[in-house]
Structure formats: C-alpha cells, structure tokens
C-alpha cells in the first residue's frame, strides 16, 4: 500500500501563500489520480482539488483562482499552492491516491491517505 506523507503547512498571515508537498512511496503514483482535502474542527472533511493522470484539474469553488494543483511523476510527489490565503482556509490539509485514472471530487473514490498537515490562516 503506497504511504503519502505530507508536509509544508504552517502558520501564515491572511494574503500569505503555502506550497504544499505530498510525497508518495511507490512508483506507481503516475498511474492514478491524486487530490487534496481538507477538515476543519467539527466540520466534514472536504474537497478541495483534484488532478488526473494526465494532468487535468478540478478544484472547490471556493480555492478555484487561488489553489493551484500539480503533480511531478518523476519525482512521485503532488503539490498544491495556495495563494491569497483566508482564515476560513484554516484547516488540517490531506493529500490522497484515488483508485482511478480520472480525478474525482468524492471522498469515496480515494484509497490511500496521508496523515495531514496543518495549516492555519491569521486574520
């Protein structure tokens, strides 16, 4: 089972931006979709953007112009950037492996997850 691990959250004022890392263990991290989600604290885990195989994204209306999915199949390893950062951005960010080729909004199209990081946005 392929393990993600993520990394590049941290504190940041409103404004500020993030790059986020997702490095994955196996090689055949090209071969299927990848995407990011995220929770906040009483609240259900959420989609936030997605990219395919081939490189076709999708993202959450609420990240669309300001988060940027990417992903480097050389490297096994998925990004996100995010820019223009909002305190409602706060949030512990998780990276996950779907089962398919085509990138997916639903959580129930991923099968392997990263343990998370945390990001928090300062007004």
């Known amino acids: 089972q392929v393990q993600l691990v993520e990394s590049g959250g941290g504190l940041v004022q409103a404004g500020g931006s993030l790059r986020l890392s997702c490095a994955a263990s196996?090689?055949?991290?090209?071969?299927?979709?990848m995407g990011w989600f995220r929770q906040s604290p009483g609240k259900e885990r959420e989609f936030v953007a997605a990219?395919?195989?081939?490189?076709?994204?999708s993202y959450a209306d609420s990240v669309k112009d300001r988060f940027t999915i990417s992903r480097d199949n050389a490297k096994n390893t998925l990004y996100l950037q995010m820019n223009s950062l909002k305190p409602e951005d706060t949030a512990v960010y998780y990276c996950a492996q779907s089962g398919a080729t085509y990138s997916s909004s639903s959580l129930n199209d991923y099968k392997n997850w990263g343990r998370g990081t945390q990001v928090t946005v300062s007004s």
């Open positions: 196996e090689r055949t991290f090209s071969r299927y979709a």
């Open positions: 990219i395919s195989w081939s490189g076709g994204t």
